[in-house]
């Protein structure tokens, strides 16, 4: 039985389609990337499985649940995490405060709630910043304790809205391998979008490409990138047509 299975979700905003019969299914302990242009509709699939919105039409089924009319603390509860593609920082807490509001969704206990976020903390080697207020955080820092806090709610799944946004180069070759060890150590299964192409392909056992809404591809990553539909997507049919002449010279 699959993790999570998306089952012909449409999304409507008014005269807007954001999604499309999207459906695809994801294995525990699978990491799976969805990609796509700006636009596409990846934040918004995410928002309709998390619960934060409702769907137009289709199912969603979680861990054999089926979470379709589910609240966004009712998914949560049952295991399915998420961060923000904009992180906002909540200034008044300091970083252990901030992760232990995701651990006070398991635990009623202050003690238990902050040993929990201490070792998120650690595991996203973040540890030394605990007394540090969020907002005197540097944005990759902001990210990792973002990402602490999904976390600290301990869930089987966790959907990663745009990680890398906002990291420059290094920052982003460091959290490649810590969300891979996330993955690896504690099999946590892992939808993500980027634009970072490469963090995706590094990380993603398959990818899923939508493009205006609609699923056009899925599959192993490097096929997938070789999908002339998907190059179209991304570069434009002006690309294709300069590739194929470049050929044919
Ligand atoms: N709350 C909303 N109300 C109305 N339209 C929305 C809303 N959220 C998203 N949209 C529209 O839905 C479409 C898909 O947007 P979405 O944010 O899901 O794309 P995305 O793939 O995440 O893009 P990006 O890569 O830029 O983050 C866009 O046309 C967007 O303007
Ligand atoms: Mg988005």
Redesign the pocket.
């Known amino acids: 039985m699959p993790l999570l299975e998306v089952m012909g979700v449409t999304?409507e905003?008014?005269g807007?389609t954001?999604?499309w019969e999207v459906s695809f299914s994801l294995e525990e302990n699978e990491a799976v990337g969805l990609i796509?242009?700006?636009?596409?509709?990846?934040?918004?699939?995410?928002?309709c499985i998390a619960g934060h919105?409702p769907v137009t039409s289709g199912r969603i089924i979680f861990n054999g649940r089926d979470i379709t009319a589910l609240k966004a603390h009712e998914v949560a509860r049952l295991g399915l995490a998420r961060t923000f593609?904009i992180f906002q920082a909540a200034g008044d807490l300091r970083v252990t405060e901030n992760v232990m509001v995701g651990a006070f969704m398991r635990t009623a206990s202050r003690r238990e709630a902050r040993s929990k976020a201490e070792a998120w903390l650690e595991f996203l080697e973040i540890g030394q910043a605990g007394q540090a207020m969020m907002t005197e955080l540097p944005v990759a820092m902001q990210k990792r304790v973002a990402l602490a806090t999904a976390l600290a709610t301990e869930p089987k799944l966790l959907l990663l809205?745009?990680v890398a946004a906002g990291l420059n180069r290094s920052e982003i070759e460091t959290i490649i391998p810590t969300l891979r060890r996330l993955h690896e150590e504690k099999g946590i299964a892992l939808l993500l979008?980027e634009?970072v192409l490469e963090m995706v392909l590094a990380l993603s056992h398959r990818v899923i490409v939508?493009e205006s809404?609609r699923k056009i591809a899925e599959g192993h990553p490097e096929a997938v990138m070789k999908d002339p539909e998907v190059i179209r997507a991304y570069l434009g049919d002006h690309f294709i047509k300069r590739q194929r002449e470049a050929q044919n010279a």
């Open positions: 999304k905003f008014g807007l954001a999604n796509g242009p700006n636009g596409a509709g990846k934040t918004t699939l995410f928002n919105f593609q809205d745009e979008t634009h939508l809404g």
